[in-house]
């Protein structure tokens, strides 16, 4: 004779990566590291952002860079002489705090400033898989469509800092840059927001203030 | 969008408690999703019972539940529950049923939570 038994489990998922997480941030806190995710959408510039800060941030950086294929923008961090680990996230979209905490292994803790993490491509599902970071920067690209902040409200609710990327192309691709921005201001009154082009260098310098003003508080 | 990594989540929590029980099988489960947990319960049904296949969950039947949207709003200090069904699971926008403004405060809505499971074992 067999019997049925009912089991109370309760085990909360997200709790479980929240737990990760918060013992990442104590990690990154004991060996005064500030920790920035990054996030948006495939081909919004977030690699291209990170290289520039690496190039003119003070201070050391290490880069942990989430991809499908990872070892094609960890090649390109490397050419930076900076710490990188190359996540493989396979068919997975989003980057979570255990994969996080096993990077941080190969990451000399005690001789960087800074972690930068590069999440996957994709502005859904990062939004609610804390990684311990202190600060998060959402790059989104005017290419992608001048829309594209209204329909993702989500990760621009949950970043500190909203990044309109290659502004300098806006009106070839007949996208409103403001419209961008005003989009982001609505959705969450704090975020700070920074209209940028990499080719010309625009808005990066502001953008480095802006990650040092928030490291500072 | 990120079902597979959920169902597996699931899946682990079941088995570990399944066999922490003694279970010969796994009978049912329930689990809970928030409505703005982003995902989509048929995907992670189907993915459960793929993954499951040569587990002792295999053949469960897996109960999805709904855990509405609590908010505060940081503009008129509303706080209740606002009706998720309506809501596409893809990129849910939330706001204010009172006064209509987006910054809200999500106090409720977003786990997924493994609640309980039926089990089989010997006597």
């Known amino acids: 004779m067999h019997k049925v038994a009912d089991i109370d489990v309760h085990h909360n998922i997200m709790k479980a990566n929240k737990k990760i997480a918060d013992r990442i941030k104590k990690n990154f ?3 005064n590291i500030f920790s920035v995710d990054f996030v948006g959408a495939i081909g919004s510039g977030k690699t291209s952002l990170i290289e520039e800060l690496i190039q003119k941030m003070d201070g050391k950086i290490a880069v942990i860079a989430g991809d499908v294929i990872s070892k094609f923008d960890a090649g390109r961090f490397k050419r930076h002489n900076v710490p990188v680990v190359g996540l493989n996230t396979g068919k997975e979209c989003h980057l979570d705090a255990h994969l996080i905490e096993h990077a941080l292994d190969d990451i000399p803790l005690n001789d960087v400033d800074y972690i930068f993490i590069e999440n996957v491509g994709n502005l859904i599902c990062p939004v609610d898989f804390d990684l311990g970071t202190h600060m998060r920067i959402v790059v989104v690209s005017v290419s992608e469509g001048d829309d594209t902040v209204e329909k993702h409200p989500l990760i621009f609710q949950d970043s500190d800092l909203a990044i309109i990327n290659k502004v300098d ?13 005003n989009d982001a201001k609505i959705l969450n009154p704090n975020i700070q927001i920074i209209k940028t082009s990499l080719k010309n260098n625009q808005g990066l310098n502001e953008v480095i203030s802006a990650i040092e003003e928030f490291k500072s508080n | 969008m990120h079902e597979m990594a959920m169902a597996d989540s699931i899946l682990k929590a079941v088995i ?5 029980n003694q279970a010969i099988e796994v009978i049912d489960v329930v689990v809970e999703f928030g409505q703005l947990a982003l995902l989509n319960p048929e995907q992670v049904k189907f993915m459960l019972d793929v993954l499951s296949e040569d587990t002792i969950a295999k053949g469960a039947k897996f109960i999805i539940e709904s855990i509405p949207i609590e908010i505060k709003c940081k503009k008129c200090s509303f706080e209740g529950t606002i009706d998720g069904s309506s809501l596409d699971h893809y990129a849910p926008i939330v706001k204010c049923p009172k006064c209509d403004a987006y910054p809200v405060d999500v106090l409720n809505g977003k786990d997924v939570i493994v609640k309980k499971i039926s089990i089989e074992k010997e006597d």
């Open chain 1, 29 to 31: 806190e004991n060996h």
């Open chain 1, 169 to 181: 192309i806006a009106e070839a691709v007949e996208a409103d840059a403001d419209k961008m921005v």
């Open chain 2, 16 to 20: 570990e408690n399944a066999e922490n």
